[in-house]
């Protein structure tokens, strides 16, 4: 197995402004194949009321990163190592019973398929409720009105009814509205959205994301966007990290990182996407290979087997040398940045358009 060293990037400080800092996190878990370094040496923030995109290939460690930050993996086959910092609360050394008291209150989580998230043995109602009455204390009565409140805000016509049906008698769209309904019950300052919109045709994924957009104004809450596609991305987050092989290639603002990225993967992510002003039956142009093994990571720049650019790092840097990343405007690439800069403006964007 390659050896994987913690030394890929910076000591990035906390931000100032953030309510959730995640530092330096190493995520593995124990297999009989081996360890499976799934998320390696990872930061970020998050501010509140802003929305954190995070996008990249399956695999790449995007929800375990997420349900990490809410303690919902299995400590007998998971390591975690390094720091989650919510409102300066530590959350990788905080036991269950603190944890049991942030999820669903001040952190939240839509997940991706809500029919297998909902329970079918309960009313959507119960469900919506159950949170409520658990971490406010309010009465039976009281969280039944909150889940019809709740209902109604997330567009679920006739609420106060449809709260004593079944997941099962709700469309997809409304089973999404009412896992969002669940996720908001008690107004939580960190609500992490793990691809809500994937199984929902365009019109009913215009209404949700336009409904998140709507509560986050409405509640000021962070929220972390996870997703394969750059359009949601674009529509919804105020910022994006690219994650590939379990780390962060490139960090920026929606605007640095979709009109002038300057990371080879990025720069795939992007160049793979159809376009509506491109001709009939041009083909698109798809990253090369395919993910690495986390069992077995490639040494040096995990992109490198893939990327088109290596050659124009001087010497075999890209394979003995894990690129570093800095604060802020992060890309972890060997390539200088005058390279970046030519590459981008002579290769990529015209073929973006």
């Known amino acids: 197995m390659t050896t994987v060293t913690k030394e890929a990037g910076a000591p990035v400080p906390a931000g100032a402004g953030a309510f959730l800092s995640v530092r330096d996190l190493h ?86 398929d809500p ?28 969280a039944w009105e909150r889940t019809v409140e709740m209902l109604g805000k997330v567009g679920i016509p006739n609420p106060r ?26 107004d939580p300052d960190l609500l992490i959205a793990d691809e809500p919109t994937t199984a929902l045709d365009v019109t009913v994924q215009a209404q949700i994301l336009d409904l998140l957009k709507d509560l986050q104004r409405e509640f000021g809450t962070g929220i972390i966007f996870i997703t394969h596609d750059l359009g949601v991305i674009a529509d919804m987050a105020d910022d994006i990290m690219v994650m590939y092989a379990g780390g962060a290639v490139e960090r920026g603002t929606t605007e640095q990182v979709l009109r002038s990225p300057s990371h080879p993967y990025t720069w795939g992510l992007l160049n793979s996407m159809p376009r509506l002003d491109s001709d009939l039956g041009t083909p698109l142009a798809p990253i090369p290979g395919t993910p690495p093994s986390l069992l077995s990571p490639p040494s040096g720049c995990r992109f490198h087997p893939r990327c088109a650019f290596r050659e124009r790092v001087a010497g075999d840097r890209c394979v003995t040398e894990r690129p570093r990343t800095a604060p802020d405007r992060a890309s972890a690439c060997h390539l200088t940045a005058e390279q970046k800069r030519t590459v981008f403006l002579e290769e990529i964007r015209p073929r973006l358009g």
Do not use: W
């Open 27 to 112: 995520v593995s878990f124990s297999t009989e194949d081996g360890v499976v370094r799934a998320v390696d040496g990872l930061s970020f923030d998050l501010e509140r009321g802003r929305t954190l995109g995070i996008v990249g290939e399956s695999g790449s460690g995007k929800s375990v990163t997420n349900l990490t930050v809410l303690g919902l993996h299995n400590p007998m086959f998971t390591t975690v190592e390094g720091e989650i910092l919510l409102e300066g609360q530590e959350l990788t050394t905080a036991r269950e019973a603190e944890l049991e008291k942030l999820r669903g209150n001040k952190v939240a989580m839509i997940f991706q």
């Open 115 to 142: 029919l297998t998230a909902l329970s079918p043995y309960y009313t959507v109602g119960r469900q919506i409720a159950e949170p409520y009455m658990k971490h406010r204390g309010a009465s039976r009565k009281a």
């Open 161 to 186: 009814e449809r709260a004593k049906d079944y997941p099962h008698q709700f469309s997809g769209g409304m089973r999404q509205r009412a896992m969002i309904a669940m996720a908001l019950v008690c």
